[in-house]
Structure formats: C-alpha cells, structure tokens
T-cell receptor, first 115, second 114 residues
Framework: AQSVTQPDIHITVSEGASLELRCNYSYGATPYLFWYVQSPGQGLQLLLKYFSGDTLVQGIKGFEAEFKRSPSSFNLRKPSVHWSDAAEYFCAVGAGTSGTYKYIFGTGTRLKVLA | NAGVMQNPRHLVRRRGQEARLRCSPMKGHSHVYWYRQLPEEGLKFMVYLQKENIIDESGMPKERFSAEFPKEGPSILRIQQVVRGDSAAYFC????????????FGPGTRLTVT
C-alpha cells in the first residue's frame, strides 16, 4: 500500500541555518511527489513537485528536494532559513488505481524558526 | 486568475444540523477533489469529482456525507446530522483536464461542531 512518512513532527532551527525535512514514501510505480506548505489558518501552497527527469527539483522560496529510489525518500532542503518559513510542511505522493489524483499526505512537520 | 475559492471559511454547527461546504475551482479546471484534515493530522482524500460525475468516493464515510459537482455552480460537500467528530478543516482542490497531475488547493473551511 502507498504511504508517506514524515518522521519529524517538530523541527526548530535558527534563522540563517540550513534546513532538511525528511519524507519517506512507499509506492510501487514511479511516484508523483509534492511538498506543500501550510501557514496557520491558511490553505496549502505548492512548493515543488517531482514527476520525472532530474532528481533534484527546484521550487519556490529557495526550496529544493531530491528524489531517491533507494531508500525511498524525497527530502526538502533550504540552505538558509528565514523567519517567514515558520509553518507546517507536508509531503505528498500522488496515488490511485486509475491515476495519480488521490494524494496521500504525510502527517506534517511543524517548523519553528528562532531569531 | 482567481484561485480555488471555498466558503464559508469558518462554519459552526450544532450536533444534528447539516453542513454545506462550497468550492469553486480555478477557471478552466473541471476536476475537483475534497480532503479532510483532522487536528494534528495530514490531509485525507475524500472524493474526486468531475462535472456531474463522482469518479472516486473511496475516502468518503459511508453515511451522512455526500458530494456533488453540478454542471453549473460550485461543488458542494454536504454533511448531514453532524457529530463532534466531523470537526475538521475541509479542503477543496482542483486541477485541469486529464494530463495534469498538480492540484491547487483552496483555503479550506474549518467546521466546528458544538
């Protein structure tokens, strides 16, 4: 069965420090992978996506992620965190018997940024 | 180009009442998806609709929940006889016709059942 695991529930980093948020996935075929960010009381904004091709994906706001098959991971990185990056981050995989529309989300990682 | 719109943003209902959540997809999008986010959890898929068709409702509870996407107007998620466990954030997403896999999410409706 398809699944997404985000091992870290909370992460705290200092402003200016580097960031890596972990995402492990389980999916039989080539997955469609996404990272979304959710600010308090807001909807989800797409940071980046992987469908195929280059395994290093660049997104908005200076984020990037690297697709790996073994072990299966799609970790999100940012070289220097800004205070405005404090939010909750969700990794998702597109799944479904007839397509990839049924997104499966991880439980999220809440990022706190120290000034 | 307006994004996905949902209303109301906040909805309070007493136990036993009905909740109606509306979603207007992005212009040009004909596919709508509903997800539910319980407190401290990730989003869970509920249903996938195209105009006048339910494509996949495998994530919908068997009772009290229904969804529609009529030919004209917004998609509606309807919850009858709400219970406290229905309190959650309900997100709608939309995507263009087949071939695109990226879903665009609305701001969500936060339902509180008292």
């Amino acid at each position: 069965a398809q699944s997404v695991t985000q091992p870290d529930i909370h992460i705290t980093v200092s402003e200016g420090a580097s960031l890596e948020l972990r995402c492990n996935y389980s999916y039989g075929a080539t997955p469609y992978l996404f990272w979304y960010v959710q600010s308090p009381g807001q909807g989800l904004q797409l940071l980046l996506k992987y469908f195929s091709g280059d395994t290093l994906v660049q997104g908005i706001k200076g984020f990037e992620a690297e697709f790996k098959r073994s072990p299966s991971s799609f970790n999100l990185r940012k070289p220097s965190v800004h205070w405005s990056d404090a939010a909750e981050y969700f990794c998702a995989v597109g799944a479904g018997t007839s397509g990839t529309y049924k997104y499966i989300f991880g439980t999220g990682t809440r990022l706190k940024v120290l000034a | 180009n307006a994004g996905v719109m949902q209303n109301p943003r906040h909805l309070v209902r007493r136990r036993g009442q009905e909740a109606r959540l509306r979603c207007s997809p992005m212009k040009g999008h004909s596919h709508v998806y509903w997800y539910r986010q319980l407190p401290e959890e990730g989003l869970k898929f509920m249903v996938y609709l195209q105009k006048e068709n339910i494509i996949d409702e495998s994530g919908m509870p068997k009772e009290r929940f229904s969804a529609e996407f009529p030919k004209e107007g917004p998609s509606i998620l309807r919850i009858q006889q709400v219970v406290r466990g229905d309190s959650a954030a309900y997100f709608c997403a939309s995507s263009p016709p087949p071939g695109a896999n990226e879903q665009y999410f609305g701001p969500g409706t936060r339902l509180t059942v008292t």
